[in-house]
């Protein structure tokens, strides 16, 4: 199945017809967000469910397509004990795996279609954690409030604030406390969203920040997706307040021979799909 045909319930649903670069705000881009992923969330599940343990009873944490494992790089340090809030949670595998490690989790998402699935998830069993339905750029939770904050491709590339994010993350966070997010690797900008030789041909500029928007007969927003440099990221980060302690840009595999929309052994052996912003809060 083409990524096209995985997505052409959502697209039907949402009455999508057009692609564009345009600029588009908070309240737009939330909207598309919310109503896109609400429409794609059993397909989405149907094809990615499996690799992301989204329906199994204890949750599993992948950061990437690459299949990097919490469990295995402990990007976010000791868990247990700790309180972790994860943003972009979908249906929450990663904030429940977190809760059977002892962390005291909390998942945080835009779209009621996805925390839905992570309802049901838990009243199969496994750990329970908390979900709240709000947006990243406005955390609805007290200063200071968590050790830990997380979003394996989340709610950053959805957002058109994401400076807003990190500030609103770095008021969340505890002093000491760990910031680990990962998104589109920027360089992928440049190429088309194709996982084959297609999208081995840069088409597109790396400074173009102007989003890609899918758009319905209107013109309405039915799927925004934003993009920063990976400059752009670490400004962000530092305005913030953060420090950035490390990018890492994981290795496609030898092991993984499948395909992911845009992420394909063919271009993951070139170069890198995923980049994972790895900064703290000073104490």
């Known amino acids: 199945m083409s990524e096209h045909d995985r997505h052409a319930a959502a697209e039907a649903a949402l009455g999508t017809a057009a692609v564009a670069r345009a600029r588009i705000g908070t309240e737009a881009s939330q909207q598309a967000s919310r109503a896109w992923w609400d429409a794609d969330a059993d397909d989405y599940h149907r094809t990615h469910g499996d690799f992301l343990g989204a ?24 868990v247990a004990g700790r309180r972790v809030l994860e943003i972009g949670c979908g249906s929450a595998p990663c904030a429940r795996w977190l809760a059977g490690q002892g962390a005291e ?15 049901a998830a838990m009243e199969r069993g496994g750990p329970q954690v908390p979900l709240i339905q709000a947006g990243a750029e406005f955390l609805p939770f007290a200063d200071a409030g968590f ?24 008021r969340v966070l505890r002093p000491g406390g760990r910031w680990v997010f990962s998104v589109n690797h920027p360089m992928r900008w440049i190429f088309p969203d194709d996982p084959g030789p297609a999208g081995l041909v840069a088409t597109m500029p790396y ?5 890609y928007v899918e758009v319905d007969a209107a013109g309405t927003p039915t799927y925004v997706e934003h993009h920063r440099t990976i400059g752009d990221r670490v400004r962000e980060l530092v305005a913030a307040g953060l420090v950035v302690d490390d ?24 170069f890198p799909g995923t980049a994972i912003f790895c900064s703290h809060k000073p104490r």
Do not use: K, N, Y
Not at 207 to 211: A, K, S
């Open 55 to 78: 329906d199994s009873d204890a949750g599993e944490f992948v950061w990437c397509p690459e299949g990097l494992h919490e469990g295995d790089v402990h990007l976010l340090g000791e």
């Open 105 to 119: 989790a909390v998942g945080l998402d835009l779209s009621g279609g996805m925390l839905a699935r992570g309802l």
């Open 147 to 170: 050790d830990l904050a997380c979003s394996a491709f989340g709610g950053v590339p959805f957002v058109a604030d994401s400076a807003r994010v990190m500030r609103e993350v770095a």
């Open 207 to 211: 400074f173009d920040r102007t989003p």
């Open 247 to 270: 990018i890492v840009e994981p290795d496609w595999p030898e092991w993984l021979d499948r395909e992911w929309g845009q992420w394909s052994p063919l271009r993951g052996q070139l």
